[in-house]
C-alpha cells in the first residue's frame, strides 16, 4: 500500500521485511526517491497493511491493518519528526472494513 501526500512533497509506503522479528513499517520517500523517515506498525507478526491515506491537509495518516482475528484502523500524526499513534479502532473480520477521509472536513474519517 502506498499514498501521496496532499501536499505532493512525500509518498507513504508500506513495508514488509518478511520476518518474524522485523514488525510492519511505514516509510517515507520524498519525489526523487530518497527515504525520509519511517514508522513501526503496531500489530500481531502476520498482520498486513492493506491501505494507507492522507486525510486532505496532509496533518493524518490513517492506516488499515488486516489480521487473522481483526482489522483495524490506525490514526497517526507527526510532531517533531516522530510519528505518534493517536487512534486505533478494531473491527471484527465479518465487517470488512473500509474507509476514507472526508474531503473537505480533514478530521473526519468515514468508515
Known amino acids: 500500500a502506498m499514498d501521496w501526500i496532499p501536499t505532493g512533497s512525500r509518498i507513504a509506503a508500506a513495508c514488509c521485511m518478511c520476518t518474524e522479528q522485523t514488525p510492519l513499517r511505514v516509510m517515507f520517500f520524498e519525489r526523487n526517491g530518497l527515504e525520509r523517515g519511517s514508522f513501526d506498525v503496531d500489530g500481531p507478526s ?40 493517536k487512534q486505533e479502532r478494531r ?7 473500509q474507509f476514507f477521509w472526508g474531503p473537505e472536513k480533514p478530521m473526519q474519517l468515514i468508515t
Open 91 to 97: 473491527y471484527c473480520k465479518s465487517d470488512q472494513v
Open 46 to 85: 502476520e498482520a498486513l497493511v492493506e491501505a494507507i491515506r492522507w486525510n486532505c491537509n496532509s496533518e493524518l495518516l490513517a492506516v488499515l491493518i488486516r489480521c487473522e482475528n481483526w482489522d483495524a484502523i490506525q490514526v497517526w500524526c507527526c510532531s517533531n519528526y516522530h510519528w505518534y499513534l
